[in-house]
């Protein structure tokens, strides 16, 4: 058998035999392009959009700048979950993908430039950064597109890139890096659904491995703003109620949006610690809630080496705590507030575990988990 460049197997597109165009639910699809491969590089895949047009976004791509061959699969499931937190974020904000989760996430605090909020979500994981896919709900100018070429990055999509943003990821030989980056210019997507009465008429599916299919409605949230948090309490059985004793400050509030947006694409179990607009840490993938509080506590350790690093953050829970080991886990390390769903048999214990240490706790009254 001849050898196999393995390196150049990254490189190289995988042909698979797909049709032009498919039906789903009665629908037409339209191919738009082979794949470089799909998850894995023996994986041939190709990517289809609705023929009709209508409202498009990641079906309507436009490459300014390819490399690699074209986009995996997996790059273009990096962008669909960073599009999936950004819509909801009504400054100019940055979500670095890897693996289809966030390593970081970041939002305009005051009048800081893009390049800054870019810095700031790739240095919340700077170590998962490397070969990311980077994401914007705003135009690309050149200050943030020069940062970006500083480190290995694998693409770059936004709605829209000025003429010296695209200048500059074309000048990979004074950056000495990312000659393959792959640069994708999306439509606005500021118009998807959002909330729970945006409806979408639209299903996520899920294929299992003898052609059987899982229909759903795609995620909406119903946390438009501050007023939909609602302030903790519990009616318990046996102990009577308990309220949570102190509402967050007005910048808590704000971190707790961001944190609950940023936590809708992420793996479950996951939790979100955040502050002043950046993701200090993403827990995700664990198969226990204070699992994806710890790893999240850890991955904040190991970057800011400090006992005060975590003070004055606030995290948010895909889940409600089954006990109150998360809760305190994240408040000995400086957490002030939290969101979470609500509707544990624990939760007299979660707030109680808050009103101890002044910690302030709000419900979403919803659950975000991500199974992707």
Not at 237 to 259: C, H, Q, S, V, Y
Not at 331 to 351: C, E, F, L, M, R
Request: net charge negative; aromatic share 8%; hydrophobic share 40%.
């Amino acid at each position: 058998m001849a050898e196999k460049d393995l390196k150049q197997m990254y490189r190289t597109r995988t042909e698979g035999h797909f049709p032009d165009t498919i039906e789903l639910l009665g629908r037409a699809y339209a191919k738009v392009e082979d794949l470089r491969y799909g998850t894995n590089p023996h994986q041939p895949a190709a990517f289809y959009r609705p023929a009709d047009g209508r409202n498009l976004v990641l079906g309507a791509y436009e490459i300014l700048k390819t490399g690699k061959s074209g986009l995996s699969q997996t790059n273009i499931e990096d962008m669909h979950h960073a599009v999936g937190i950004l819509k909801y974020m009504k400054r100019p904000a940055c979500a670095v993908m890897k693996h289809c989760n966030p390593s970081g996430a970041a939002i305009q605090v005051g009048g800081m430039p893009l390049a800054e909020v870019y810095q700031r979500a790739r240095d919340a994981d700077a170590q998962a950064a490397f070969g990311s896919v980077v994401v914007f709900n705003a135009e690309v100018d050149a200050d943030t597109a020069e940062e970006i070429m500083q480190t290995i990055v694998e693409g770059v999509a936004a709605p829209a890139f000025t003429p010296e943003a695209v200048e500059a990821f074309h000048n990979f030989d004074r950056f000495k890096r990312n000659k393959e980056i792959r640069i994708v210019k999306l439509p606005d997507f500021s118009h998807l659904p959002k909330f729970v009465d945006d409806g979408t008429g639209v299903f996520e599916m899920k294929v299992f491995d003898d052609g059987s299919v899982v229909l759903a409605t795609p995620y909406l949230s119903r946390v438009k703003g501050p007023e939909d948090l609602v302030p903790a309490y519990c009616e318990h059985a046996k102990k009577g109620r308990i309220d949570i004793e102190r509402t967050p400050t007005e910048r808590e509030l704000d971190d707790l949006l961001f944190a609950w947006y940023v936590n809708i694409h992420v793996r479950s179990n996951g939790c979100v610690i955040a502050r002043n607009g950046q993701t200090l840490a993403v827990g995700t993938g664990e198969q226990d809630r204070v699992g994806a509080v710890e790893q999240a506590v850890i991955k904040v350790g190991n970057k800011y080496k400090g006992a005060e690093s975590m003070e004055g953050a606030v995290m948010s829970s895909d889940g409600f705590f089954p006990f109150r080991d998360a809760v305190d886990a994240a408040t000995k390390k400086g957490v002030t507030a939290i969101v979470q769903p609500g509707g544990s048999v624990n939760d007299y214990d979660a707030i109680l575990a808050c009103n101890e240490v002044k910690a302030a706790m709000v419900f979403s009254m919803e659950r975000c988990f991500s199974h992707h």
